[in-house]
């Protein structure tokens, strides 16, 4: 009786161990540090789709404004087109820029100055 032997696909290297690998990459988002310290503004800009009403219940949510603060910055968009409603670190006017958006109003991070 003959032995039949295995077929195999591919090559098998005896002895294989795992592959080596190079040393991973790591890779750090690096901002220069006059961006990290300037003041950031939080601006909203004006939309023609939010009552006005629940931009001023936006801005008390999300600043913590007194009612009549929160009005006076709802009329300056609504008059002015847009309004600077927070200025102070990167991270922080990042969170409200973010927080704004889920309200689905038009806010954008800028450089004070």
């Known amino acids: 009786m003959a032995q039949s032997a295995a077929i195999t696909p591919f090559p098998v290297t005896k002895n ?14 690096t901002r220069p540090e006059e961006d990290l310290d300037l003041p950031w503004q939080v601006v909203v800009h004006n939309d023609p789709v939010n009552l006005m009403t629940y931009v001023t219940m936006v801005f008390q949510r999300v600043f913590g404004y007194p009612r009549e603060k929160a009005e006076r910055h709802m009329l300056e968009v609504h008059q002015k087109g847009r309004s600077v409603l927070w200025s102070g670190m990167r991270e922080r006017a990042e969170l409200y820029v973010q ?10 991070l800028e450089k004070a100055g």
């Open 16 to 29: 294989a161990g795992p592959a080596t690998l190079d040393q991973p990459t790591i890779e750090r988002e």
């Open 99 to 108: 927080q704004l958006h889920g309200y689905l109003l038009l806010a954008t």
